[in-house]
């Protein structure tokens, strides 16, 4: 069998090389057609920005058929396609195809002649352009010409966190306790609710804030019919910098960024600097809606989601001298379990994200002199040339660091993870998205987004991606969420939603997608398949949502996290609907 297939192998082999030459000369229409549909739909290449039909995109329409000559122009011409030039690098047989691909669109077909002069006008252009590209270098440009591929940053990744385990303790400290209040939400047996932090800082999007407040408040609505049942104020002393709604996992307390320890108030007072409206955390009683204790946790809430359906996963923005950037809360003993300090995992740290049984972590590079660290030189054009990001997987059972995964683009903003923990979905702050396999690391594709996107959800089967494009670390207000294919990586819809929508989260019934608008202090819902705007809902005084928690009560009235924006929780398969709690 073997032999005799070899042998067929060889003849085939040996008619196709005397064939070859003659088939280059007489490559037909349809030829060039398929070879240059090939090249117009790769990886990174022209669909990207002209669109699957050449419609236009972000780019113009190129459906008339531009000639090789039009192309090479743009390449040499237009800095937007310069990742044609790098990635794709066409010659003039490439082009040839992809003019002939283009016209068919049109249904012009091309003949031999009409490919010669195509051939002979290209051939005049370089010719005639080409001493034209010699420019003077400067040190600056010597720096970014030194720049690595990303390919070589995969091969060459050397661990960035220290070895061994890396676990830290912090002693929390409760810092005062209150009364609960009275109750003001009274769920009903089986119903689903919703429950949203908001700021003070909602400004955009041709909002008129009438009733502005100063103070964070605690909203709660009905997730079924997205209506807001009630809302209360935190008492102005006792305001933070918002950044993020989590609830215990029997969802009987929700927890808000709270004011400094030293000094006390929106200032900060004697707080260290970074800490400027923070540093503790409140705890609130879901049904009163007040606080009842405020707690030190030795750094700047940033978010926070249930961990194992027992703790909260919680990381800071700016930690204590003695604090640490990522830790376990346990929320009965109102105590810090243990967690890692940044500067261990050999960067800064940015938000953190778990499939209950790793830890991911978002790392920027450490700060260098001219270069602290954050994503925000990118909007200044400080930074040309950043050292990559990466995530970092943790193991909690023994806190060692067991992955690094590099990743395409500056500062990751979340990581969204499949329901079998196959791969991670990872928005950066130069529009993109990367998809990356957690058991080799690579990187699955990188596809674009809109401007400065932040959050990222899949849908109940996992076949789209969606990212809300905030305008973060960008200089811009976005207000659109981009819909990629979860498999190919590329772009299926872009959705008008409100103004710098920071999160999106697909709804525990598998059902909506729920985008909240910082920009507007509201939440827009979206029927995820049809992809059609269902509601809009206002947060009372137009307070800037921030996270998004959905609880259910059970037949006895046991309350549960089903939602938050870690994932799902407590048995929760949005695939399958919302099933009942027994
Ligand atoms: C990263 C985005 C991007 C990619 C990828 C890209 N283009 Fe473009 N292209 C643009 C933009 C933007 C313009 C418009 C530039 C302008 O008007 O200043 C453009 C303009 C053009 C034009 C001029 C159209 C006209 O009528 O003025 C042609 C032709 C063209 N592109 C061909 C291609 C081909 C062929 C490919 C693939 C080999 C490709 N482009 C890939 C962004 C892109």
């Known amino acids: 069998m073997t032999i005799l297939r070899t042998g067929l192998f060889l003849i085939l082999l040996s008619v196709a090389s005397i064939l ?233 307390y929700v927890y808000m960024v709270g004011p400094p320890v030293a000094g006390g108030g929106v200032e900060g007072g004697g707080a260290p600097p970074g800490m400027r409206g923070s540093a503790t955390m409140l705890k609130i009683d879901a049904l009163t809606l007040e606080p009842v204790k405020q707690i030190a946790i030795g750094g700047r809430l940033h978010h926070g989601q249930v961990f194992q359906d027992r703790y909260l996963l919680l990381d800071v923005f700016v930690a204590e001298p003695d604090g640490l950037n990522v830790f376990l809360y346990d929320p009965d003993m109102d105590e810090v379990i243990g967690g890692i300090r940044a500067s261990d995992l050999g960067g800064n740290n940015y938000t953190a994200y778990t499939d209950d049984e790793f830890i991911y972590v978002l790392m920027q590079p450490p700060a260098v002199e001219g270069f602290p660290g954050g994503a925000n030189q990118l909007i200044v054009g400080s930074a040309t040339a950043l050292r990559p990001y990466w995530v970092s997987k943790l193991d909690p059972e023994t806190w060692e660091v067991v992955e690094e995964y590099p990743h395409r683009g500056y500062r990751g903003d979340w ?99 729920w985008a909240t608008s910082n920009g507007e202090g509201r939440i827009y819902v979206f029927d995820a398949e049809s992809h059609e705007q269902l509601d809009v809902i206002d947060m009372p005084h137009h307070g800037d949502p921030h996270g998004l928690v959905w609880v259910k009560y059970d037949e006895n009235g046991n309350s549960l996290v089903v939602r938050d924006q870690g994932g799902f929780h407590n048995g929760i398969d949005p695939a399958a609907g919302i099933p009942l709690l027994d």
């Open 20 to 252: 070859a030459p003659a088939m280059v000369l007489a490559q037909t229409n349809d030829e060039l057609i398929a070879e240059g549909k090939e090249l117009y739909f790769q990886q990174i290449s022209c669909w990207v920005c002209h669109g699957d039909d050449a419609e236009g995109r972000i780019g113009p329409t190129i459906s008339y058929g531009p000639t090789p000559m039009q192309i090479q122009e743009q390449l040499d011409a237009n800095p937007q396609m310069a990742i044609i030039v790098s990635e794709l690098n066409p010659d003039a047989d490439d082009l040839v195809a992809l003019s002939t691909y283009l016209s068919s669109l049109s249904g012009k077909s091309i003949s031999s002649e009409e490919q010669a002069v195509w051939r002979a006008d290209l051939a005049a252009y370089i010719e005639a352009n080409e001493d034209n590209t010699e420019y003077v270098i400067t040190d600056r440009d010597r720096q970014i010409l030194a720049i690595k591929s990303f390919d070589t940053v995969l091969d060459d990744w050397q661990k960035r966190s220290k070895d061994g385990p890396l676990m830290r303790e912090y002693e929390s400290t409760i810092v005062a306790e209150y009364d609960a209040g009275e109750q003001v939400f009274f769920p009903e047996d089986g119903g689903l609710y919703f429950y949203e932090n908001t700021g003070v800082s909602t400004s955009r999007g041709g909002v008129t804030v009438v009733d502005r407040i100063n103070t964070n408040q605690v909203v709660v609505g009905n997730a079924t019919t997205r209506e807001i049942i009630t809302s209360k104020l935190i008492p102005e002393e006792m305001r933070g910098s918002m950044h993020t709604t989590v609830m215990s996992p029997d969802g009987r």
């Open 415 to 513: 990581i969204t993870i499949d329901s079998a923990s196959e791969h991670i979905y990872v928005p950066t702050a130069s529009s993109s998205v990367n998809k990356i396999n957690t058991e080799t690391g690579e990187i699955v594709w990188s596809a674009p987004t809109g401007v400065g996107p932040y959050s990222a959800t899949l849908n109940a089967d996992e076949s789209q991606v969606w990212i809300a494009n905030k305008g973060e670390s960008s200089g811009a207000i976005g207000r659109t969420l981009t819909v990629v294919d979860a498999n190919s990586g590329r772009g299926v819809a872009t959705i008008f939603a409100g103004y710098m929508t920071d999160h999106v989260l697909l709804s525990p019934n598998g059902k909506e997608m």
